[in-house]
Each structure stands twice: as structure tokens, then as C-alpha cells.
């Protein structure tokens, strides 16, 4: 359904009743519809991904709205201090307060949605120019791997199988490049060069594509898996991604989430596939890295992301510090 510029929804006339009985709680057809495109935009710009956590966004303010008797056209600044309020001080289903993450990344849905709205002429005003998100607090990597403990989940895997020589080649390429889980299980067998030791990331995170270097060890994992391993898993089938399940299908996130937490048993931290991420970035700083060379590796839209990780160092430095100086402690 079109909304014409020149009757916009959200006309400056007063605010309209809430409505009751049974219009109350009921999406109305224009919602659905303006919801139905929003997300069809999402889609064409963004990660599936992305494309959920905008949407979810507008489906928790869209109930919010249902209880109070409200549609989009509905809404004013008010409104959305409202909500903005509502979140700040509702209970999650497990007991807990949203965290601040949480609360921004549901009012960036609502806001992305209205500016959408704005852009197509449905609207004449936004009611969201005034938001302002909460502040997330810029925290410093959880958990960063030792190279030893780095060597104990490399060599975890038994190198005799072809799941094994999978897993290894997995393991070796998270460590090498800092990939995201997503960009890892979307590669392809021709966005690998293992001769000349070069990934090709097709379709990253905001949808950028980047080349990053491998390492020796990850370029010859890669080359063992493909010899040994993955025409064993992939059968008489034919799959253009480089890695596969046990019985030649796709891998998904959670899978190989599982395989790496696995292989992490013998660590005595909670390692997950974006711990390599942290760890590669760490250890590439410490090892004199410029910072920019790190942006790139890790597909950092602002050098402000990855800037976090001189953090980590700084930490570092504290802590030897106050164990080593003689008035450190």
C-alpha cells in the first residue's frame, strides 16, 4: 500500500484516541504493509543478519504499540520517550533488565524504520529525529588466547579423518584472517587462493567485499582438506563451499560453533569463534602490526572498533606493571 506525500500519515493534527475493545491488540492491514516493506528494504541492503535484528526491533515497538491502543501513524516524539522509557525499566522474559546494547539496538530498529518511512514520502515528519540511543559502553575483549592455548585447539583435531582435516583447516583460517563465523561458512572453494596464500571475503559484514592474506599453516591445512577431506564429505554431490558437514551439506554458524567449543575443551576460558577474532587482532598488535593493516584483516568499517584492542595492550601493561615494578603494587 502507497501513502501519498501529499496526505501523509503522520498529519499534524491532534493525537487520536486510543482505540479499545476489539481494535485493540490487532495489527492493521497499512502496519503490516509499511512492516512488510520496511523489511523487503532491509533485505536488499543487508545481512539476513541485520535484516532480523532491525526487524525484531520494529516487532517489540509494534507490541508496545498494540497495548497502548496505537498504530505507526500514531506515534510522536512523546511516544517514543515513552517507550524509550519503558525499555530502560522493563523485565525480559528471564527476570533480567535489558542490557544498554539491548535497549539501543531495539530503538535503532524503530528509528531506521521511520526514517524508511520518511524516505518514501509516508510520512511528513519523523518522530524518532529526536532520539537519542543509549550509549554502549566500549568493552575490552572477554577472553584472549596464549599461543600456547592457541596450539592446544589447533592441534585438537585428528588430522587421520576427513572431518578432522576439516576442523584443522577451520581452526587454522579463524586464526589466520580473524573471520566472522558468517563469513567463514559463506566461503567458497574459488574465493581461496592457497598458492598464493590469499581469501577472497565475498559479501562481508555491510555487505563490503575484502581480500585478506593466509598463513602458511592455514593455506596448507586448507590444501590437506581438500585433497584428503572434503571429496570424502562431499561424495557424488557437487557444493560450491569450501567447507561441509559430515555428510556434505553447508555448515551453519552453529555448527561450526559447536565444533570450536569442542576442540576448546582442554582451555580453561569460554572460547567461541569470535575468541580467534579478538586473539588474531591481539596477537598481530602485540606482534607490531599497524593498526590500520588490523582494520583491514578484520573488516572494521571505523579504525574506532578496532582501536579497542590498543586497549587491550594498554591493560596489559598496567597489569605487568603492578607485578613487576618496584612500586607498582
Not at 113 to 123: A, D, N, T
Amino acid at each position: 500500500m502507497a501513502v501519498s506525500s501529499s496526505n501523509p500519515v503522520n498529519h499534524l493534527s491532534e493525537k487520536p484516541p486510543f482505540r479499545h475493545g476489539t481494535q485493540q491488540g490487532r495489527v492493521s492491514t497499512r502496519d503490516e504493509d509499511l512492516a512488510r516493506q520496511y523489511e523487503e528494504s532491509l533485505a536488499s541492503r543487508f545481512s539476513p543478519r541485520s535484516v532480523e535484528s532491525y526487524t525484531a526491533g520494529l516487532r517489540a515497538f509494534r507490541d508496545w504499540l498494540l497495548l497502548r491502543g496505537q498504530c505507526f501513524a500514531d506515534v510522536r516524539p512523546a511516544d517514543l520517550e515513552a517507550y524509550q522509557a519503558y525499555l530502560y525499566a522493563a523485565q525480559k522474559q528471564g527476570g533480567g533488565l535489558y542490557a544498554v546494547s539491548s535497549q539501543a539496538l531495539l530503538l535503532l530498529g524503530v528509528r531506521s524504520f521511520y526514517r524508511f518511512l520518511c524516505r518514501r514520502s509516508y510520512l511528513l515528519f519523523d518522530p524518532s529525529a529526536g532520539l537519542e540511543l543509549p550509549k554502549v559502553p566500549t568493552r575490552l575483549p572477554r577472553v584472549i588466547l596464549k599461543p600456547h592455548e592457541v596450539r592446544r585447539i589447533l592441534e585438537a583435531p585428528d588430522a587421520a579423518t576427513p572431518c578432522g582435516l576439516r576442523d584443522r583447516a577451520m581452526l587454522e583460517t579463524l586464526y589466520a584472517t580473524g573471520l566472522r563465523v558468517s563469513e567463514l561458512t559463506h566461503i567458497q572453494l574459488d574465493h581461496v587462493d592457497t598458492g598464493e596464500r590469499l581469501l577472497r571475503v565475498v559479501q562481508g559484514k555491510g555487505r563490503k567485499d575484502r581480500n585478506v592474506p593466509l598463513t602458511r599453516a592455514a593455506a596448507v591445512a586448507i590444501d590437506e582438506y581438500l585433497i584428503g577431506g572434503r571429496p570424502k564429505l562431499l561424495g557424488p554431490r557437487s557444493r560450491p563451499e569450501l567447507f561441509l558437514g559430515n555428510f556434505g551439506q553447508p555448515l551453519s554458524r552453529t555448527i561450526v560453533g559447536r565444533l570450536v567449543k569442542h576442540y576448546a575443551a582442554g582451555v580453561d576460558k569460554p572460547v567461541t569463534c569470535h575468541t580467534f577474532r579478538h586473539t588474531v587482532a591481539t596477537h598481530l598488535l602485540r606482534g607490531g602490526a599497524d593498526i590500520r593493516h588490523i582494520q583491514v584483516l578484520l573488516g572494521h568499517r571505523s579504525l574506532a572498533t578496532t582501536e579497542r584492542y590498543t586497549r587491550v595492550e594498554i591493560h596489559d601493561l598496567q597489569r605487568a606493571l603492578e607485578r613487576a615494578h618496584p612500586r607498582g603494587r
